[in-house]
């Protein structure tokens, strides 16, 4: 413990007494003594910031006498670690996909407004675009808390047929598709934003399963006689 904690006290670069994340990818990189340690756990450079995250609790530094204790009995076979290396995984997943769903929808959003503002200019689809306009309000403003189910509401379409304004008809021009194809792009995301929302639920429950399935902890190694 106390030759762990002098290495440590190497890694700890500004002497405060804590370790960060570019300490440790330092460490890892330049300490030869670190990056054996690292080996013995199995511990490649691209899970240095898993494993710094699950051991400092997700926290941008960590007291190297904590993470002293809590590396000196570090088993990426315990069952506890690999529920805890696995949430922390689905958290970075979700955030990533959530992320990258939000830039789609705003680019989305942004793209059905430049039409809905190029449609009001238009002399004969003026009155047709403030009337998709509206209907977005309304559909926004009657919007409940988002649904995790995938299965579209069988009352759904007779609501937003309601909402339908009366479309001028015209030889050059087919207002009845350009609504609906807005509408559809509309609900295409709607459902994307629903199926995501499964697909993270189901990754929350990997966890407990492999905690099932998980062989019995292996004792822990005294890493002081590496």
């Given amino acids: 413990m106390v030759e762990l904690a002098m290495l440590c006290d190497l890694l700890d670069h500004d002497s405060n007494g804590h370790l960060n994340l570019d300490e440790m990818l330092q460490g890892f990189d330049t300490n030869e003594t670190f990056w054996m340690l690292?080996?013995?756990?199995?511990?490649?450079?691209?899970?240095?910031?898993?494993?710094?995250?699950?051991?400092?609790?997700?926290?941008?530094?960590?007291?190297?006498?904590?993470?002293?204790?809590?590396?000196?009995?570090?088993?990426?076979?315990?069952?506890?670690?690999?529920?805890?290396?696995?949430?922390?995984?689905?958290?970075?997943?979700?955030?990533?996909?959530?992320q990258d769903v939000m830039e789609a929808l705003q680019k989305q959003?942004?793209?059905?407004?430049?039409?809905?503002?190029?449609?009001?200019?238009?002399?004969?689809?003026?009155?047709?675009?403030?009337?998709?306009k509206r209907r977005r309000?309304?559909?926004?403003?009657?919007?409940?808390?988002?649904?995790?189910?995938?299965?579209?509401?069988?009352?759904?379409?007779?609501?937003?047929?309601?909402?339908?304004?009366?479309?001028?008809s015209g030889p050059s021009l087919n207002l009845d598709e350009v609504a609906d194809a807005l509408e559809a792009a509309c609900r295409s995301f709607e459902s994307m934003e629903a199926e995501l929302e499964e697909v993270i639920g189901k990754a929350e429950q990997i966890p407990k399963s492999l905690m099932q399935k998980a062989p019995l902890a292996a004792?822990?190694?005294n890493i002081l006689n590496i």
């Fill in 219 to 221: 004792p822990p190694v």
């Fill in 137 to 168: 309000s309304l559909r926004e403003g009657a919007k409940g808390p988002p649904s995790t189910k995938t299965t579209q509401d069988p009352a759904r379409p007779e609501r937003e047929e309601t909402l339908v304004p009366s479309l001028p």
């Fill in 109 to 132: 959003n942004e793209m059905l407004e430049d039409h809905l503002e190029l449609l009001a200019h238009v002399p004969s689809c003026s009155q047709v675009a403030e009337d998709l």
């Fill in 38 to 98: 690292m080996q013995h756990f199995d511990i490649s450079r691209s899970e240095v910031e898993v494993v710094f995250n699950v051991l400092s609790g997700g926290n941008a530094e960590v007291n190297y006498m904590e993470f002293c204790q809590h590396l000196s009995a570090f088993n990426k076979r315990d069952p506890l670690m690999i529920q805890q290396l696995i949430k922390y995984s689905v958290m970075e997943l979700r955030s990533v996909l959530k």
